[in-house]
Nanobody, 116 residues
Framework: QVQLVESRGGLVQPGGSLRLSCAASERISGLYAMGWYRQAPGKQRELVAT????????NYADSMKGRFTISRDNVKNTVYLQMNSLKPEDTAVYYCNFRALKYDYWGQGTQVTVSS
């Protein structure tokens, strides 16, 4: 059973930075995209960013453009999310997602809190 293991989030001051990582426990057959989603209290889960495994094409939610950067290491089966200029409204549980031809895999979620 493939598992996605996310790095620990944490408490960050407004304007600060944080880098998340998410690694798969084994190679996933048919993997074609990786991504990050987030869910704030009382809100639906929303897209943060995605990246394709082939070519590295990226897609960002408008509110994250210019502040967040998604990257991946196909050899290590890992996806990263560099978050800069964090705002209180970025507070949420962040989930990684690996999308394969036959199945979607999700991480356990990691809490990111932006507060002074």
């Amino acid at each position: 059973q493939v598992q996605l293991v996310e790095s620990r989030g944490g408490l960050v001051q407004p304007g600060g930075s944080l880098r998340l990582s998410c690694a798969a426990s084994e190679r996933i057959s048919g993997l074609y995209a990786m991504g990050w989603y987030r869910q704030a209290p009382g809100k639906q889960r929303e897209l943060v960013a995605t990246i394709t495994t082939s070519g590295g094409s990226t897609n960002y939610a408008d509110s994250m453009k210019g502040r967040f950067t998604i990257s991946r290491d196909n050899v290590k089966n890992t996806v990263y999310l560099q978050m800069n200029s964090l705002k209180p409204e970025d507070t949420a549980v962040y989930y990684c997602n690996f999308r394969a031809l036959k199945y979607d895999y999700w991480g356990q979620g990691t809490q990111v809190t932006v507060s002074s």
